[in-house]
T-cell receptor, first 112, second 115 residues
């Protein structure tokens, strides 16, 4: 069965800290890995990664995929209280099912 | 351009009642996905629909759950004879293209509480 595991499950930091969130996966026919931010309720799209070693960047957030290690990291530098959210990692597969397989998420709390 | 609209935001039902959750996709999107999020769990795929067609229902429980996406109107997720274990957040997402589950736009979800 396809599986996505995120770590840590929760993290508390102070404003200005840098955090690294981890995602590992075991799936057949990998197509892409996605990161979402879930605050309040609706998950919002952050990144989609398909190629190993190419960093995607958006402001203070960046992410990279390692297909050899079957994993990805999401980095947030100079954290702000507005970064407090649950960060979800999901994997898409090729052929057959249309579903995304999600991890349980990492709950990030940034204290002032 | 309104996003994905789900209603109600909160729904309380007693055991044995029916729950109907509605999802209006983004304008121009004809593909709808339903996901369920149990407490402390990730989102779990339930069903993928196109207008008037169920494309993939591999995540739907075999009994009491059904989904539709009619030619006109919102997509409906229906849960008959609800039990406490159905309490969860139910999210709808939409996409403009088939097989484009990577570019999903999520609604804010319906929180179902079964008493």
């Amino acid at each position: 069965e396809d599986k996505v595991v995120q770590s840590p499950l929760s993290l508390v930091v102070h404003e200005g800290d840098t955090v690294t969130l981890n995602c590992s996966y075991e799936v057949t026919n990998f197509r892409s890995l996605l990161w979402y931010k879930q605050e309040k309720k609706a998950p919002t799209f952050l990144f989609m990664l398909t190629s190993s070693g190419i960093e995607k960047k958006s402001g203070r957030l960046s992410s990279i995929l390692d297909k050899k290690e079957l994993s990805s990291i999401l980095n947030i530098t100079a954290t702000q209280t507005g970064d407090s959210a649950i960060y979800l990692c999901a994997v898409s597969t090729q052929g057959g099912s249309e579903k995304l397989v999600f991890g349980k998420g990492t709950k990030l709390t940034v204290n002032p | 351009n309104a996003g994905v609209m789900q209603n109600p935001r909160h729904l309380v039902r007693r055991r044995g009642q029916e729950a109907r959750l509605r999802c209006s996709p983004m304008k121009g999107h004809s593909h709808v996905y339903w996901y369920r999020q149990l407490p402390e769990e990730g989102l779990k795929f339930m069903v993928y629909l196109q207008k008037e067609n169920i494309i993939d229902e591999s995540g739907m429980p075999k009994e009491r759950f059904s989904a539709e996406f009619p030619k006109e109107g919102p997509s409906i997720l229906r849960i008959q004879q609800v039990v406490r274990g159905d309490s969860a957040a139910y999210f709808c997402a939409s996409s403009p293209l088939r097989g484009n589950n990577e570019k999903l736009f999520f609604g804010s979800g319906t929180q179902l509480s079964v008493l």
